[in-house]
């Protein structure tokens, strides 16, 4: 592992549904994409409530966004939402998604959640199972713009929620392999 942290972390530990409310998470460490190798970013987490309007949660290797509502402007990420789990690409805040997983959560089960990472591939995965894979888009040449990313999470409210949604965080790592 180039990083390993065993930690929790509750997005929305206050159990808030207002409008226009996000909060983030990220290393300050960064990890890079080595040509002719993997980057894989792995994450255990749940859900504290069955998925409602007018959320998003998004954990993987992303920057930040600088204000409220955090989106991420380039990165790999799960994007959890009312429609369900997605993976999404984002070069320089131009995103690329999959379609939504067959995949339905139990309230409080902790998942295993992978991203593995080339420069032509993206592939995501819960527990084990691979759920899409997304192929670099024509022209980019890797995934994303940055060299190098940090850990991130972000949950923020894009309206008032249906009910109170926690994503809770039990540890993450990051490694390399190949190369």
């Given at each position: 592992?180039?990083?390993?942290?065993?930690?929790?972390?509750?997005?929305?530990?206050?159990?808030?549904?207002?409008?226009?409310?996000g909060?983030?998470?990220?290393?300050?460490?960064?990890?890079?994409?080595?040509?002719?190798?993997?980057?894989?970013?792995?994450?255990?987490?749940?859900?504290?409530?069955?998925?409602?309007?007018?959320?998003?949660?998004?954990?993987?290797?992303?920057?930040?966004?600088?204000?409220?509502?955090?989106?991420?402007?380039?990165?790999?990420?799960?994007?959890?939402?009312?429609?369900?789990?997605?993976?999404?690409?984002?070069?320089?805040?131009?995103?690329?998604?999959?379609?939504?997983?067959?995949?339905?959560?139990?309230?409080?089960?902790?998942?295993?959640?992978?991203?593995?990472?080339?420069?032509?591939e993206?592939?995501?995965?819960?527990?084990?199972?691979?759920?899409?894979?997304?192929?670099?888009?024509?022209?980019?040449?890797?995934?994303?713009?940055?060299?190098?990313l940090?850990?991130?999470?972000?949950?923020?409210?894009?309206?008032?929620?249906?009910?109170?949604?926690?994503?809770?965080?039990?540890?993450y790592?990051?490694?390399?392999?190949?190369?």
């Open positions: 592992y180039l990083h390993y942290l065993p930690a929790r972390w509750h997005g929305n530990s206050g159990a808030v549904t207002t409008t226009t409310t909060m983030t998470f990220g290393t300050y460490a960064e990890f890079p994409l080595i040509t002719s190798g993997l980057l894989y970013c792995e994450f255990t987490g749940s859900l504290s409530a069955a998925l409602t309007t007018n959320f998003v949660i998004d954990c993987g290797l992303f920057r930040r966004g600088t204000s409220t509502a955090y989106a991420p402007t380039d990165g790999v990420y799960f994007r959890i939402n009312a429609s369900g789990i997605v993976g999404v690409i984002n070069y320089n805040g131009s995103e690329t998604a999959t379609s939504v997983f067959s995949f339905t959560h139990t309230i409080g089960k902790k998942y295993q959640f992978i991203i593995a990472i080339s420069e032509r993206v592939q995501f995965w819960i527990d084990n199972v691979l759920y899409a894979a997304l192929d670099t888009p024509v022209g980019q040449g890797v995934p994303y713009m940055s060299t190098t940090p850990f991130s999470v972000r949950h923020a409210h894009t309206g008032t929620t249906g009910a109170a949604i926690q994503f809770i965080l039990n540890d790592g990051v490694s390399i392999a190949g190369g």
